[in-house]
Nanobody, 116 residues
Framework: QVKVVESGGGLVQPGGSLRLTCSAS????????VDWYRQAPGNERELVAT???????NYGDRVQGRFIVSRDNPSNTVYLQMNNLKPEDTGLYLC??????????WGQGTQVTVSS
């Protein structure tokens, strides 16, 4: 059974940093595109960042220039480095992995709270 596990969330002050980790127990991890989403209470799920199998990346407008997504294929891991965090970055951060065969998996999320 495939497992996708996020970690690294927590409470941080505005202006601080966190690094989230997503680990996926899939075969041929390098062939998967990986998205980070976030969900805040009362808000729609928002796409934060994507890293594709070809290493191309995309970011949401609200995090562009502050967040960096990267991957380490041998360890089946994707990272989300979040800098200069703002209160509006608060939410449950979810990892989504998908390949061209439409194998599609979600994690349970890790909570990020930005507050003084």
């Amino acid at each position: 059974q495939v497992k996708v596990v996020e970690s690294g969330g927590g409470l941080v002050q505005p202006g601080g940093s966190l690094r989230l980790t997503c680990s996926a127990s899939v075969s041929y991890f390098s062939t998967y595109n990986v998205d980070w989403y976030r969900q805040a209470p009362g808000n729609e799920r928002e796409l934060v960042a994507t890293i594709r199998s070809n290493l191309n990346t995309n970011y949401g407008d609200r995090v562009q220039g502050r967040f960096i997504v990267s991957r380490d294929n041998p360890s089946n891991t994707v990272y989300l480095q979040m800098n200069n965090l703002k209160p509006e970055d608060t939410g449950l951060y979810l990892c989504h992995v998908k390949n061209i065969l439409s194998d599609d998996y979600w994690g349970q999320g890790t909570q990020v709270t930005v507050s003084s």
